[in-house]
Nanobody, 124 residues
Framework: QVQLVESGGGSVQAGGSLRLSCAAFGYTSSSVSMGWFRQAPGKEREGVAAISTAGGNTNYADSVKGRFTISQDNAKNTVYLQMNSLKPEDTAMYYC?????????????????WGQGTQVTVSS
């Protein structure tokens, strides 16, 4: 059973930074894509960034390009999301997801395994 445990959310002022972590347990294959998704109240869940752990390919939503960076530590089965220049519109619950995918898609429907989420709040 794959388990994902997120940490690192919190409250910051606009322009600040946060780093989210997602530790994965329960799989041994390296051919996994892991992604970060977010959902604000009243909005659909959207893909933020994803990475293919085998090849290191990454994908980003246009709204976060140049501000967010997804990275991995394969030895720790952990994926990180470094968020810089945060804006109030980045406020949301952030979720980590994983599945046996090669292309690091940003479509949340492609992922079967999800963490519990961590709240990010950015004040103006």
């Amino acid at each position: 059973q794959v388990q994902l445990v997120e940490s690192g959310g919190g409250s910051v002022q606009a322009g600040g930074s946060l780093r989210l972590s997602c530790a994965a347990f329960g799989y041994t294959s390296s051919s996994v894509s892991m992604g970060w998704f977010r959902q604000a109240p009243g909005k659909e869940r959207e893909g933020v960034a994803a990475i293919s752990t085998a090849g290191g390919n990454t994908n980003y939503a246009d709204s976060v390009k140049g501000r967010f960076t997804i990275s991995q530590d394969n030895a720790k089965n952990t994926v990180y999301l470094q968020m810089n220049s945060l804006k109030p519109e980045d406020t949301a619950m952030y979720y980590c997801a994983a599945d046996w995918l090669y292309s690091a898609p940003l479509d949340p429907d492609r992922y079967r395994y999800w963490g519990q989420g961590t709240q990010v709040t950015v004040s103006s």
